[in-house]
Nanobody, 124 residues
Framework: QVQLVESGGGLVQAGGSLRLSCAVS????????MGWFRQAPGKEREFVAA????????YYLDSVKGRFTISRDNAKNTIYLQIDSLKPEDTAVYYC?????????????????WGQGTQVTVSS
């Protein structure tokens, strides 16, 4: 089972940028698809972005396309989420997770455990 540690969140003004990181333990990192998810207060956790094990394929929630960029560095066992043009509605705790199958990683319900997440707060 992989261990996940998210970081990079903070308080920013609308229009600003953040770069989130997710460090993953385990020697088979490149065989896992990775995803970013977020949970706003009072709302269910939702999928945000996914990347295949090789990094060649990515997929985004429609509302973040053009503003969020997911990437990975398999040599560092780390994925990233570059968030630009932040909006107040992006305020949430952001989480990452891993699954061997890229096609199903968009469903947060498949995961039995999560890391601690990293808080992103966007002020208007």
């Amino acid at each position: 089972q992989v261990q996940l540690v998210e970081s990079g969140g903070g308080l920013v003004q609308a229009g600003g940028s953040l770069r989130l990181s997710c460090a993953v333990s385990g020697r088979t990192f490149s065989s896992y698809a990775m995803g970013w998810f977020r949970q706003a207060p009072g709302k269910e956790r939702e999928f945000v972005a996914a990347i295949s094990g090789s990094g060649r394929n990515t997929y985004y929630l429609d509302s973040v396309k053009g503003r969020f960029t997911i990437s990975r560095d398999n040599a560092k066992n780390t994925i990233y989420l570059q968030i630009d043009s932040l909006k107040p509605e992006d305020t949430a705790v952001y989480y990452c997770n891993a699954d061997p199958i890229y096609g199903r990683i968009r469903n947060p319900g498949i995961f039995g455990s999560w890391g601690q997440g990293t808080q992103v707060t966007v002020s208007s």
